[in-house]
């Protein structure tokens, strides 16, 4: 079984388990168990993250906009199927390609969140006052999510990259 966790080392993998033998069975058991959207979507899986900032002084008068920090966490849920005895190796050969198209388009994802981090700490410290860079720290983190969507819409949720099973 392919373990996706070296293809993501800037994310943390959760995994969520699927057993059936046949396509019918796994599409049942993604659905079922897969991860869902803020709106409630189901995804065969999702890539989440969350940002922080932080600057010397922050919310006092003596901050320090070019001293500022930016962290982040990102979260990739995945399915993980364990392959029953005598499944059919075309049945594994298949769940094998389409596994690697959804690595390939959540890896999208992720390098659109960490290609981007340096754009909320570029809105700290050009930004003037501590409430403007707080304000400036939000609308950069808002194009990641902006970006993120546009890839998503651009990708076919991952259709064009050969992310769809069965």
Known sequence: ?????????EASIIYYYIT?????????????????DLNGK?????????????????????YQLDK??????????FPFWIIPEN?????????E????????????HIKIVVENLKSIRNAIE??????EAELAAK??????????DEYEDHTGHGKYQGAIFP
């Open 20 to 36: 059936g033998p046949t396509e019918e069975d796994l599409r049942k058991q993604m659905n079922s168990l897969g991860p869902f």
């Open 87 to 95: 499944v059919s190796p075309w049945l594994a050969a298949k769940w």
């Open 97 to 108: 390609v389409y596994i690697r198209s959804l690595i390939v388009h959540e890896s999208g």
């Open 126 to 131: 050009n930004a003037k006052s501590d409430t």
């Open 139 to 148: 609308a950069a983190d808002n194009c990641i999510q902006k970006l993120s």
């Open 42 to 62: 189901p995804w065969d899986a999702y890539t989440q993250w969350d940002t922080h900032w932080n600057w010397i002084g922050k919310n006092t008068p003596s």
């Open 68 to 77: 500022s920090t930016v962290l982040h966490y990102i979260q990739v849920t």
């Open 1 to 9: 079984m392919l373990l996706v966790d070296k293809f993501f080392p």
